[in-house]
């Protein structure tokens, strides 16, 4: 198992912190700084978290909202198997820890309070059980030729899409829909229908087939697995 522990870290993490006999929570992180935008906030913690776990990846977001502000980091390469539900918990908090490092949390539950600097959360991605699929071996693989970013510049409207392998049960399976519009996040297709574009890491396309990762802890190699049809012009 990974080390998620830090060489770094204080004597006392967020996790170790303990409520006294009152209810009161007061946890003050030793990387915190007064008065530090979201901004320059994430961009602390991203290389501090790539330094904690190096054999892990991870895409950090920012979220306001009328209540605060929150940090997700989320997984999207793990070295270890992630499927077990106590794996996850105990590698969520070891990523949480860190990033309480930059923050401070005043809370009682019993007088309904609660007070800090930001929220955050750990996040295991898609792509990290489109990597986990990947090393366990995938069914159906595509080569990666084309990457994302050249797909949507090639695929036009007027293209086709069939979707030739589905997770158990998909309804569209088989069938073929042509392709009304491009977008920046997504392609719309005919009969009131949309296909969002995924993350780079979970796109795999060979000039005929493109395969989009949509795994879970459930199943890590699901997919949807299309062959696409380009409109001969001229």
Not at 22 to 41: I, K, M
Not at 65 to 90: C, H, V
Not at 117 to 143: H, T
Not at 195 to 220: K, M, N, Q, T, W
């Amino acid at each position: 198992m990974t080390d998620v522990t830090s060489s770094g870290a204080p004597a006392r993490l967020y996790s170790q912190t303990p409520y006294d006999d009152r209810g009161n929570f007061h946890y003050q992180g030793d990387l915190y700084r007064p008065g530090e935008n979201l901004a320059t906030l994430a961009a602390r913690i991203e290389p501090h978290l790539a330094g904690c776990f190096p054999n892990a990846s991870f895409a950090i977001r920012t979220e306001k909202f009328a209540g605060g502000r929150k940090i997700i980091a989320e997984i999207l390469n793990w070295p270890e198997d992630l499927t077990d539900r106590d794996s996850q918990e105990s590698v969520q908090v070891a990523i949480r820890d860190q990033m309480e490092r930059f923050g401070f949390t005043r809370t009682n539950p019993l007088q309904d309070f609660w007070s800090c600097s930001f929220y955050c959360e750990a996040r295991i991605g898609q792509s990290y059980w489109a990597a986990l699929a990947k090393r366990n071996g995938l069914q159906n693989p595509v080569d990666t030729v084309m990457s994302l970013a050249a797909f949507k510049k090639q695929v036009k409207a007027g293209d086709a899409l069939t979707l030739v392998a589905a997770p158990s049960g998909h309804r569209a399976r088989g069938t073929t829909r042509a392709i009304i519009k491009v977008r920046s996040g997504d392609l719309i297709l005919e009969g009131k229908s949309y296909l969002s574009f995924p993350r780079a890491s979970a796109f795999a396309c060979d000039g005929r087939f493109v395969r989009i990762s949509i795994g879970s802890e459930y199943d890590p190699d699901a997919h949807l697995l299309y062959e696409w049809r380009q409109q001969k012009t001229g």
